[in-house]
């Protein structure tokens, strides 16, 4: 059973953690705050069964899946984003490689989203994302592989459609 004092800290040792992986993986600050508290919430309303030691896992797998639920309804709702479109020209002056990276991981699954930000930005081990999404450890990373493979691809189309 996790306590008040015990959630309380959890709270502030994850809480940054949650909002980086949650606003990368939306890009949507605002909708990355609920997805967030929605955790936390989730976390509270089941802390008779929560073992302070698996908190962390648990955590990014609430967060995991409740921003796939926001996906959901969100491409319900909308279409996706669409590349800007940019004239063609014989530089990238118009864009800078962090923007291209952006919009590169913009048209990742959701899946590979949340493992190479896991992974790349988050820093976490391969067996530590095996826990947080439920796969094997040879699963994580034949889709960190997979994920990185798309990237370079995507960022392949997307240097020749602005060179």
């Known amino acids: ?22 606003v990368k993986s939306i890009s949507d600050s605002e909708a990355a705050k609920d997805v967030v508290q929605n955790v936390f919430l989730k976390l509270w309303q089941r802390r008779d069964k929560v073992e302070v030691e698996k908190c962390k896992g648990l955590l990014f797998k609430m967060a995991h899946q409740t921003i796939i639920d926001t996906y959901r309804s969100n491409k319900a709702r909308t279409e996706r984003e669409a590349i800007p479109v940019n004239t063609r020209s014989n530089n990238t002056t118009g864009f800078e490689t962090r923007e291209l990276l952006d919009i590169a991981f913009k048209q990742l699954s959701e899946k590979y989203k949340s ?33 990185r493979k798309q990237m370079q691809s995507i960022l392949h189309e997307l240097e020749n459609e602005v060179a």
């Not at 800290?9 to 809480?15: A, D, E, G, H, Q």
């Not at 896991?118 to 034949?142: F, P, Q, S, W």
């Open 115 to 147: 493992i190479l930000l896991l992974r790349d930005y988050e820093g976490y081990a391969y067996e530590e994302i095996a826990g947080m999404l439920d796969m094997t450890l040879a699963n994580v990373k034949v889709n960190i592989f997979r994920a």
């Open 1 to 22: 059973m996790l306590t008040v004092q015990e959630y309380n800290t959890i709270v502030k040792l994850y809480s940054d953690n949650l909002y980086r992986y949650s």
